[in-house]
């Protein structure tokens, strides 16, 4: 790979010697290329991820406890992504794209991104970024999931100057046994330290002290620790101090008291009156679950994003919900959905929890508890928003629930 990239750059990914036969049907890599694996990896729309790296010979990895780690320059991460295309058969995956990142001369990063072809023999580099409908085989038949190839420059929307360059290799993500292609296991920090990439050397005693993220499936670790390391390899390559437009800082490293997350003032309220970035015990007005629950303009991380990620979204809700903090009210149900309807509408009201009250208006406006009590079905005969809002003594009030008919010709 060039030294920067403004250089030419390999056509195809068999001339860049990341592989020395990439159409065998399991990838063999580079005698040159390391493999690693991340204690959490970034959500990938359900991909499936390998990762390599290529340090140049007699060059040193600057270490660090915590924070980024520093890599020379020539150094060259390679990260292949596989897909399920059969839900029947998981084993049954398609070849997407094989990304690779370098540490340039310069200091910095440049990132490219190679599509494998239909007849994944080879693939080729992309000049910018494409959108490609997958279909993949059902129970019930099959279904499309849209897959986004990021180009050169959204690569550097994520891999910032601030972030490191680098996002994943680090302490807390390499803080983990894997399995070499030697067939021995051991702690990958020890490991690297071992064959002397590290600088400074890394004792034993040191190693025993260093954090390492918790994965989501670890039941040993807290429901807090699990949370906050979703958070880190999903949120915190932006949002850090001088980062982007954010009250909160979603790196591990940082003391849970210093991270502005528990009720951290938000930006943007989507309209939800007490809005936190998390809410305590309230998932409705936590922002970021709502974000990272969205596939809409606001959805959380923003690029190369179109499949939700129910797990960490199970897993940062669970976190919420066991926060100490008074029982919240969930919005009430409106039935049926807003809409265009040629006649009146018969807009009915419904809330879970026993015993609450819902109130209600019709001019747009949010309900109070002195507005309209809900009692009977609402006939809507004209342009109305109706907007609802459940009471009870000894809860949270819930967050106001509302739909837009459009009523006549």
């Known amino acids: 790979m060039p030294e920067r990239a403004t250089g030419s750059l390999p056509p195809l990914l068999s001339q860049t010697g990341a592989f020395r036969d990439p159409v065998q049907s399991q990838l063999q890599v580079s005698e040159s290329l390391i493999p690693y694996e991340l204690n959490v990896p970034f959500w990938s729309d359900g991909a499936t991820k390998a990762r390599w790296v290529s340090v140049p010979q007699a060059a040193k990895v600057a270490f660090r406890a915590e924070g980024e780690w520093t890599f020379p320059p020539g150094t060259v991460f390679v990260k292949h992504f596989d897909l399920a295309t059969d839900e029947t058969q998981p084993g049954v995956t398609r070849r997407l794209e094989t990304r690779l990142l370098v540490c340039d001369a310069t200091g910095g990063v440049y990132g490219v ?16 970024n494409q959108t490609e409908a997958i279909f993949i085989n059902t129970a019930t038949g099959v279904r499309t999931q849209s897959w986004y190839y990021p180009s050169r420059q959204d ?21 983990r046994a894997s399995t070499f292609p030697s067939g021995v296991s051991d702690n990958q920090l020890r490991a690297w330290n071992h064959v002397g990439l590290l600088e400074p050397e890394l004792s034993e005693a040191k190693l025993a002290t260093l954090s390492k993220l918790a994965r989501a499936e670890d039941l040993t670790r807290s429901l807090e620790d699990r949370a906050r390391s979703y958070l880190d390899a999903n949120c915190a ?14 790196r591990y490293d940082t003391p849970m008291a210093n991270q ?36 809409d303009g606001t959805k959380m991380p923003p690029l190369a994003h179109s499949e939700m990620d129910p797990r960490g979204a199970a897993l940062l809700q669970a976190w919420i919900e066991s926060l100490p903090g ?37 001019d747009g406006s949010v309900p109070t ?26 809860f949270t ?13």
């Open 260 to 295: 502005n997350l528990i009720n951290g003032p938000i930006l943007i309220d989507e309209g939800i009156d007490g809005a936190r970035v998390i809410a305590p015990n309230d998932k409705w007005r936590s922002i970021m679950l709502m974000r990272l629950s969205r596939l």
């Open 397 to 409: 009030k819930s967050i106001t629930a509302q739909e837009v008919f459009s009523v006549g010709d």
């Open 113 to 128: 991104t190679y599509k494998w072809r239909t007849d994944q023999r080879d693939a080729d580099l992309l000049a910018t």
């Open 326 to 362: 008074p029982k919240v009210l969930p919005p009430p149900e409106i039935t049926p959905l807003g809409g265009d309807y040629r006649k009146s509408v018969t807009v009915h009201l419904k809330v879970s929890e026993p015993d609450a009250s819902i109130r209600y208006t019709l």
């Open 369 to 394: 508890k002195a507005d309209l009590l809900y009692e009977q079905p609402i006939a809507v005969v004209s342009p109305t928003v109706v907007r609802a809002k459940a009471f009870k003594p000894g």
């Open 155 to 175: 690569c550097l929307t994520c891999h910032t100057p601030l972030a490191g360059g680098v996002l994943g290799v680090k302490t807390r993500q390499l803080n």
């Open 237 to 250: 390559q932006c949002h850090r101090p001088q980062g982007t437009v954010a009250n909160f800082d979603a």
